[in-house]
């Protein structure tokens, strides 16, 4: 049976980029264009790993980690937060929320995105 996947994303070239990739590598993908929907399709579908933008619309991915680790099955799904925010502050407060990594876009192709998922999932 394939891992499911969540990419919470709302460029969307970015996420057909990574919905191609990773069906390609028998992923089952489940996608999500905004926090609000993310968090309810994490809730729904319990993915093998959540792939996690932080700045987007309804829902920032911050607040979207929050909530599921509060959720008794959200507590320990693997997330991966991949966003433009290199601040300390972000990171820090993402892994004080147990994140698998902490990727920023601008260093990682999506390639390497797809070496991290097969590591964890």
């Given at each position: 049976m394939s891992k499911k996947i969540l990419i919470v994303e709302d460029e969307l070239v970015l996420l057909d980029a990574l919905r191609d990739k990773l069906t390609r590598e028998n992923y089952e993908?489940?996608?999500a264009k905004n926090g609000e929907e993310g968090l309810a399709k994490a809730l729904t579908n319990h993915p093998d790993l959540i792939l996690l933008d932080i700045m987007m619309p309804k829902m920032n991915g911050l607040d979207v980690l929050k909530k599921l680790r509060q959720d008794e099955w959200g507590k320990n799904v693997q997330v991966i937060i991949f966003t433009n925010?290199?601040?300390v502050d972000k990171i820090s407060e993402?892994?004080?929320n147990k994140?698998?990594?902490y990727l920023v876009k601008a260093d990682w192709g999506i390639d390497e995105i797809v070496k991290k998922i097969k590591e964890k999932v």
């Open positions: 993908i489940i996608e925010f290199s601040e993402a892994l004080s994140v698998t990594n």
